[in-house]
């Protein structure tokens, strides 16, 4: 799917990562055929509303930073943040801070039945890194793979559609609706698919929810503030002084502890959830793509693109939950500056995990290695 979006160009290496990537991602489809079909859809129609979608500038490729490939991105991956793993309720290594509120902790579990009699399984849970987020600057920059992901310049046709849906992103922020815009581009992470086929496999249940591949620009949604809100109704409720005030406690309890669960409109010390678009409120380089990577992820849940993966009610099977469930997502820089031996919560301040992280003009565009956990049952 994303070679779609290739052009032939000098970073041959480049192209060839995307297509094992787009490889990997065909195979899973075969295998998961029916669980996958939603995302199969949402991608469909993201490549069809390609030819409406104007991009702010031609080509990246020029002024597009490198995060040193494949390879620094594996490297720079936190061993230890993939525990604790909780085993029929007893937490093994890491911390039990570090177990998401709303996990399964019971000792067993019952998915299957012999004859109507329940048969007791071992209920385990487990971070898993799921995907690579990059927040970038400029239209089809792409750290992770050296380069440009192609692209060019809107045609006439998706100008006026945007221009009758209302505008976008990078038009707000000169409204001074915004303080920033990025795109993001989502990509499978290998070694976290491996583990969570693993976890599939010797468990009931789906631990991985379906693969994807997302790339916004692609998206006019992402780029229009009211097409956003459209897909996000209840947004409406939370856009208020009061709501917004709320989200004090959350961004306390995200930096001294875990997010609070059920304040879903929150990102803690990042801003607020709606819209699920690229434009930010901050002028902070950090929390502005600390924002934009957890809005990308809260946007494919919402659109069944990541499932609800945690809990009494998912160690069965995992499905989609179109409310944000913020506890069962970590989230660890890769790049620029990477965390190395620790990773954060949605809306953590920054101040104690990584506003250093952050180098002007160089270094304004990030990748993010996004960590999900996983309940399953085990027999």
């Known amino acids: 799917?994303?070679?779609?979006?290739?052009?032939?160009?000098?970073?041959?290496?480049?192209?060839?990562?995307?297509?094992?990537i787009s490889k990997s991602l065909q195979v899973r489809v075969r295998n998961?055929?029916?669980?996958?079909?939603?995302?199969?859809?949402?991608v469909a129609l993201i490549m069809c509303f390609a030819v409406l979608a104007p991009v702010r500038r031609a080509d990246a490729s020029s002024t597009c930073p490198s995060a040193g490939g494949a390879g620094a991105v594996f490297s720079n991956i936190c061993v230890g943040c993939?525990?604790?793993?909780?085993?029929?309720?007893?937490?093994?290594?890491?911390?039990?801070?570090?177990?998401?509120i709303g996990a399964d902790?019971?000792?067993?579990?019952?998915?299957?039945?012999?004859?109507?009699?329940?048969?007791?399984?071992?209920?385990?849970?487990?971070?898993?890194?799921?995907?690579?987020?990059?927040?970038v600057r400029n239209p089809y920059c792409s750290p992770t793979l050296g380069g440009s992901l192609g692209g060019s310049s809107g045609s006439v046709l998706g100008g006026l559609a945007h221009g009758l849906l209302g505008g976008d992103g990078v038009s707000a922020?000169?409204?001074?609706?915004?303080?920033?815009?990025?795109?993001?581009?989502?990509f499978l992470y290998p070694i976290g698919e491996i583990i969570g086929d693993m976890l599939s496999t010797a468990c009931l249940s789906d631990a991985s929810g379906p693969g994807l591949i997302y790339v916004s620009e692609l998206d006019p949604s992402w780029n229009n503030d009211q097409l956003a809100e459209l897909m996000t109704p209840e947004a409406s409720v939370f856009a208020n002084e009061a709501a917004v005030a709320s989200c004090m406690a959350?961004?306390?309890?995200?930096?001294?502890?875990?997010?609070?669960?059920?304040?879903?409109?929150?990102?803690?010390?990042?801003?607020t959830s709606y819209p699920f678009d690229g434009a930010t409120t901050t002028s902070d380089a950090v929390r502005q793509n600390s924002l934009v990577t957890a809005k990308a992820v809260a946007r494919l849940q919402r659109f069944g693109l990541i499932f609800k993966t945690m809990g009494p009610d998912a160690v069965c099977n995992a499905y989609p939950e179109p409310v944000l469930v913020k506890n069962q997502y970590k989230f660890q820089q890769l790049w620029p500056f990477?965390?190395?031996?620790?990773?954060?919560?949605?809306?953590?301040d920054p101040n104690l995990w990584g506003e250093w992280r952050h180098a002007p003009i160089v270094g304004e565009d990030y990748v993010t290695l996004n960590w999900q956990f996983s309940n399953c049952c085990l027999y």
């Open 173 to 186: 922020v000169k409204a001074g609706k915004s303080q920033g815009f990025h795109n993001v581009h989502v």
């Open 338 to 348: 990477p965390e190395t031996t620790s990773d954060h919560w949605m809306g953590a």
């Open 1 to 20: 799917m994303c070679l779609c979006i290739a052009k032939k160009s000098a970073h041959a290496h480049s192209l060839n990562e995307v297509l094992l």
């Open 250 to 271: 959350d961004a306390a309890a995200s930096s001294t502890y875990q997010p609070i669960p059920s304040m879903y409109w929150c990102m803690g010390s990042w801003g």
């Open 105 to 135: 902790m019971s000792p067993v579990c019952f998915c299957k039945s012999f004859m109507g009699i329940p048969i007791p399984g071992i209920t385990i849970g487990m971070w898993i890194p799921k995907r690579v987020v990059e927040s």
């Open 32 to 42: 998961h055929k029916m669980k996958r079909l939603s995302g199969i859809v949402l």
């Open 82 to 100: 993939l525990f604790p793993i909780t085993i029929a309720g007893a937490v093994i290594g890491g911390s039990p801070a570090d177990v998401p």
